[in-house]
């Protein structure tokens, strides 16, 4: 499909700079089978059937920006992928500067020598010394936020928590999945009372998730790989909830690739863990997702393909404006959307 069809033009203003507080506060548009309907994020109790399952992602982000120097040349890396336990894939502003066998400064006694430039552009940095490299990024390294946040103002404390979820538990992501910034303590007690279970799995969320899509046709774009895991007793409670006729609500584009990736063309889960780099465009047989929670994407990208792919394009595209015009807050630290594709 022609990428062009997935555009659309978003003023800056529908651009959410800071979440809403409290996090379940925010708006959320149900777009279940053609209907619509503004909603609130507190009301998913309510919009769900007793049985079906929410599925979250435990993943934990790491202050995975590092601004550093080699030499005389100012150096910018986002770690973006794990290689081995001292070496990640980075994303590199100024990579031409650093040649293979470079050593980057990055302060704090923080070091990493670039042992393997990628054809994508990519640098495998390894970090020196004997600590993990988790605590080294915590002294050299801030807080990952979007391009079309950090763009528009600096980095602060307050992110820290902001850009983390509640489910927070296993390091190694570079971005947040951020359908689940929207949960409380609060929200989850009335998901219980309701009958809605939750199970979580890993997807350690990369850098690529914001590269744009530079082809003209959608069969010519080569989607980012990302490290996931589905373990076998979660698995096992996942396909027992689809059996006995609950449906399976991703709580996020991460959560619904992954589950999509581990699915069997029965519709069976199976336990997984490896890397997926599965896209998901219009056209694509579903198997085992039942909906999907989601903030609102980019233009032309991946997960608004995704998305349209679920819904449909035309339906998503006819969201999209209503949420524009609505003054829907948008991207990472914006509001919400429920799509049920059954109604």
């Known amino acids: 499909m022609k990428v062009d069809l997935f555009d659309f033009?978003?003023?800056?203003?529908?651009?959410?700079?800071?979440?809403?507080?409290?996090?379940?506060?925010?708006r959320m548009l149900l777009v279940k089978g053609q209907r619509m309907e503004?909603?609130?994020?507190?009301?998913?109790?309510?919009l769900l059937r007793r049985g079906d399952v929410l599925v979250f992602n435990d993943t934990k982000v790491i202050p995975a920006q590092l601004e550093?120097?080699?030499?005389?040349?100012?150096?910018?890396?986002?770690?973006?992928?794990r290689h081995d336990l001292r070496a990640w894939w980075a994303f590199v502003r100024n990579a031409r500067r650093v040649r293979v066998g470079d050593t980057v400064q990055f302060g704090g006694g923080v070091e990493a020598v670039c042992e393997e430039k990628s054809s994508d552009?990519?640098?495998?940095?390894?970090?020196?010394?004997?600590?993990?490299?988790?605590l080294l990024l915590t002294r050299a390294g801030t807080m990952p936020l979007p391009p079309y946040i950090a763009s528009k103002r600096p980095i602060d404390e307050a992110d820290a928590q902001d850009y983390q979820t509640m489910f927070a538990a296993r390091e190694g992501a570079v971005a947040a999945p951020t359908a689940s910034l929207h949960f409380t303590s609060r929200l989850l007690a009335a998901l219980d009372v309701a009958g809605i279970a939750r199970e979580t799995l890993?997807?350690?969320?990369?850098?690529?998730t914001f590269l744009p899509v530079k082809a003209e046709d959608t069969a010519e774009h080569r989607m980012h790989a990302e490290w996931g895991q589905i373990d076998a007793a979660t698995a096992d409670r996942l396909n027992a909830a689809r059996a006995a006729g609950g449906r399976i609500i991703a709580v996020g584009t991460t959560v619904l690739r992954l589950l999509e990736s581990a699915a069997g063309e029965?519709?069976?889960?199976?336990?997984?863990e490896g890397d997926t780099a599965?896209?998901?465009t219009p056209g694509y047989r579903w198997k085992a997702v039942g909906g999907l929670m989601t903030n609102f994407h980019l233009p032309k990208s991946t997960l608004f393909m995704l998305v349209s792919a679920l819904m449909g394009l035309d339906t998503m595209q006819r969201a999209y404006g209503h949420a524009i015009a609505s003054g829907y807050r948008f991207y990472s630290y914006g509001d919400s959307s429920l799509l049920l594709p059954q109604g």
């Open 68 to 81: 550093g120097r080699r030499g005389e040349a100012s150096i910018g890396a986002t770690l973006h992928k």
């Open 266 to 272: 029965d519709g069976a889960i199976r336990p997984f």
């Open 9 to 26: 033009v978003l003023p800056e203003e529908n651009i959410a700079l800071r979440p809403a507080r409290p996090r379940d506060a925010a």
């Open 202 to 208: 890993t997807l350690h969320v990369g850098a690529g």
């Open 121 to 134: 552009g990519a640098l495998l940095l390894r970090f020196g010394g004997e600590e993990p490299v988790e």
């Open 38 to 46: 503004d909603r609130s994020v507190r009301d998913l109790p309510d």
């Open 278 to 280: 599965i896209f998901i």
